[in-house]
């Protein structure tokens, strides 16, 4: 698999619709699917969650980050929905 590292600009109820669907992937512990870019990408379960801010001169971020390391558990063809 390629190395990939892409940043992606969405509509307000775009972002509001995948954001829900996550919340409810995070609170029932179940996996989820999510495009981003055109890629469709699987988080599993037991991906960690972290919240990042950063502030410089001119502008602060805030990132939400869902992390996991890769294995045979994301090869599997399932039928998640797609956030």
């Known amino acids: 698999?390629?190395?990939?590292?892409?940043?992606?600009?969405?509509?307000?109820?775009?972002?509001?619709?995948k954001l829900r669907r996550?919340?409810?992937a995070l609170e029932t512990g179940n996996p989820f699917r999510i495009q981003?870019?055109?890629?469709?990408?699987?988080v599993p379960a037991r991906a960690e969650f972290s919240i990042e801010h950063e502030r410089g001169s001119d502008e602060e971020e805030i990132e939400f980050q869902l992390k996991w390391s890769l294995g045979a558990e994301e090869a599997e063809d399932d039928d998640e929905p797609v956030v």
Do not use: N, Q
Not at 36 to 42: C, D, N, T
């Open 1 to 17: 698999m390629a190395d990939r590292d892409v940043e992606k600009g969405y509509s307000l109820p775009e972002v509001v619709a």
């Open 22 to 24: 996550l919340a409810d």
């Open 36 to 42: 981003v870019a055109g890629e469709r990408i699987r």
